[in-house]
């Protein structure tokens, strides 16, 4: 089975760093995505990491360390469009199947 | 290229009743997949497919069913409908094995059982 934790709210300040953790335990492991669901919204992509280490893209970027079961999500220069819900999705070796945490409500306030 | 897209986007159906969510792809993508999210969580995978003629169940297949007669769509049925059905309800679809490539979500269809 899988167990997939994230803390379930986080706040920030606008123009600031903010980093959220997803920890992980898989049975097998094959890759971990991050998507961002705005509210009433359907989620939509980030980021994938299947190697150890850290993956930039514009102000979002986001690491992985598999011995360790342990992945994060930071995000710099916090605006307002970044409230949103943030979710980890881990890959299993099963074709085509991932199991997502509950996700991370950021609120991002001025 | 419109993408992923679901019917109905809102339904309000009765207990007992049975109903299907229709979900459509245009990107030929190979897998597709059926998620329900309840208020506050994360997405539960209901059920998936690798392939036309291919399904199968995820971790809360309960209630329902699908099918995949064509590469593009993939209809979710619920068979007498329960409150504990309430949710939004997300198809997705990829395009690579193994679930390695990004999943693309329709819009979601909110169920309301009463």
């Known amino acids: 089975g899988q167990n997939i934790d994230q803390p379930t709210e986080m706040t920030a300040t606008e123009g600031a760093i903010v980093q959220i953790n997803c920890t992980y335990q898989?049975?097998?492991?094959?890759?971990l995505f991050w998507y961002q669901q705005h509210a009433g919204e359907a989620p939509t992509f980030l980021s994938y990491n299947v190697l150890d280490g850290l993956e930039e893209k514009g102000r979002f970027s986001s690491f992985l360390s598999r011995s360790k079961g342990y992945s994060y999500l930071l995000l710099k220069e916090l605006q307002m469009k970044d409230s949103a819900s943030y979710l980890c999705?881990?890959?299993?070796?099963?074709?085509?199947?991932?199991?997502f945490g509950d996700g991370t409500t950021l609120t991002v306030k001025p | 290229n419109a993408g992923v897209t679901q019917t109905p986007k809102f339904h309000i159906l009765k207990i007992g009743q049975s109903m299907t969510l229709q979900c459509t792809q245009d990107m030929n993508h190979n897998y597709m997949y059926w998620y329900r999210q309840d208020p506050g969580m994360g997405l539960k995978l209901i059920y998936y497919s690798v392939g036309a003629g291919i399904t199968d169940k995820g971790e809360v297949p309960n209630g329902y069913n699908v099918s995949r007669s064509t590469t593009e769509d993939f209809p979710l049925r619920l068979e007498l409908a329960a409150p504990s059905q309430t949710s939004v309800y997300f198809c997705a679809s990829s395009y690579g094995t193994a679930g390695e490539e990004t999943q693309y979500f329709g819009p979601g269809t909110r169920l309301l059982v009463l």
């Open positions: 898989t049975s097998g492991f094959n890759g």
């Open positions: 999705a881990v890959v299993n070796t099963n074709a085509g199947k991932s199991t």
